[in-house]
């Protein structure tokens, strides 16, 4: 993917060197969290994470000894398979209160969930059983990509030390390498705020979690998404130290966060469309928003039926997937990401959007139809003043202005 590239010359801000400007855009950048085996997204997804799922390790053996109960993930995987969705994500953290070396410590799930289990210096066999069981339960295949521990800064998931969390790490690894190869396995995901942005993917870096780990991974939400810029460039900076920026890098979880951090409902469907156009510019070739169906941290939706924020999930992915390109800059707070298609010949495209309010913009020449994230459009001419502001609006050119731009069929999912 390269190293991030800014140039801030004339008050003109570039991100590139991630964008392969020949290469397409995949469904799987579009990915989601759903949290119910029932009502599947009314959205085109290319694949799932199963997190805030109660599919853990915690809930599937809250009894320990070997009794799974596998009842609800094979809910989940079914349902995806039954919605054409096969690319899988998989986390099964966290510990069983009754194998746990601190069984009654306040954790997110259960009591000691968030401490390794207390084998863990002498083979880990508990956990190393249970992945052992969940590969041969499921099948080899059937989840994609198993990920390391979920946000081990955040106390609610993790309060043991590093050395019990690389432990954990390896013994995941070790267990896919050997019983399914075919999968990959993600760095533990860090929760990053702020100036922590780039921290905990140091620590783990450091600490060698690199050599057993296949995807780079993090996760964020922001109410401000611009914002997401020079987090992800420290991001990048932090696995280039450790020889790491060459892998995928994936945005595991995310969106703007919940509804009392972020109170502004109005702006939800902006912050979907460019949190999405922004990132894949900035090398990010998977993001997994959380949660189409969860009240309080960026509800896309509810049954059937979506909301503002879902319909601008939908749209944006119609603008992006198959598409090529997507590089953004930005210049007084203009921010615009340009794409092409192979069919039409000659389409191209340039999302634009303004943070600081609504200004006057003048439409490129070539382009002559604007669609919003609530999918009307408008003619328009090169030359012609229109106004635009946090939401972004596509501009497309002649040769795509007899019908929205409708993601291909029959790609196959690879990883990126």
Not at 112 to 139: K, M, R, T, W
Not at 325 to 338: H, R, V, Y
Not at 369 to 377: H, I, M, P, V
């Amino acid at each position: 993917m390269g190293k991030l590239i800014g140039v801030l010359l004339l008050n003109l801000t570039l991100f590139c060197c991630f964008v392969d400007a020949q290469s397409q855009i995949p469904i799987t950048y579009f990915g989601l969290h759903h949290q119910s085996t029932t009502n599947w997204p009314p959205l085109q997804v290319g694949d799932v994470r199963l997190f805030g799922t109660a599919t853990g390790w915690a809930q599937i053996e809250p009894n320990c000894g070997g009794n799974y109960s596998w009842t609800r993930l094979d809910a989940f995987i079914a349902q995806a398979h039954a919605n054409g969705v096969t690319d899988i994500l998989y986390s099964p953290s966290m510990t069983p209160t009754c194998y746990s070396s601190n069984p009654i410590a306040a954790c997110n799930v259960a009591p000691g969930a968030c401490y390794a289990p207390s084998d863990a210096d002498s083979g880990n066999e508990h956990y190393q059983a249970f992945l052992i069981a969940l590969i041969a339960h499921v099948g080899p295949g059937v989840i994609k990509v198993y990920e390391g521990w979920n946000e081990p800064q955040n106390s609610n998931f993790w309060k043991d030390n590093v050395a019990h969390l690389k432990i954990m790490q390896t013994t995941l690894y070790n267990v896919v390498q050997a019983h399914d190869p075919g999968a990959l396995v993600g760095m533990p995901a860090g929760y990053l705020v702020g100036s922590n942005s780039c921290c905990i993917i140091q620590n783990l870096v450091s600490n060698g979690f690199g050599a057993i780990s296949d995807i780079n991974t993090f996760h964020g939400y922001y109410c401000n998404p611009e914002g997401i810029v020079g987090n992800i460039s420290a991001i990048h900076s932090a696995y280039a130290a450790g020889g790491l920026d060459s892998r995928p890098l994936w945005k595991t979880e995310g969106g703007w966060g919940t509804t009392t951090g972020c109170t502004d409902s109005t702006n939800y469907p902006a912050d979907v469309a460019r949190q999405y156009l922004l990132q894949w510019g900035l090398g990010v070739s998977r993001f997994y928003w959380y949660a189409y169906d969860n009240t309080v941290w960026g509800t896309l939706g509810s049954g059937q039926t979506l909301n503002g924020a879902g319909i601008a999930y939908r749209v944006v992915s119609n603008w992006m997937v198959g598409a090529s390109g997507g590089q953004c800059s930005s210049a007084s707070n203009i921010w615009t990401c340009d794409f092409t298609r192979t069919s039409p010949s000659g389409y191209q495209a340039k999302a634009v959007w303004y943070t600081a309010g609504t200004i006057s913009f003048t439409v490129p020449a070539g382009f002559t139809t604007e669609r919003d994230l609530s999918q009307k459009t408008v003619a328009v001419s090169g030359g012609q003043s229109i106004q635009i502001d946090g939401f972004p609006v596509l501009l497309e050119s002649a040769q795509s202005s007899t019908q929205s731009p409708q993601p291909p069929t029959g790609l196959a999912a690879t990883v990126h």
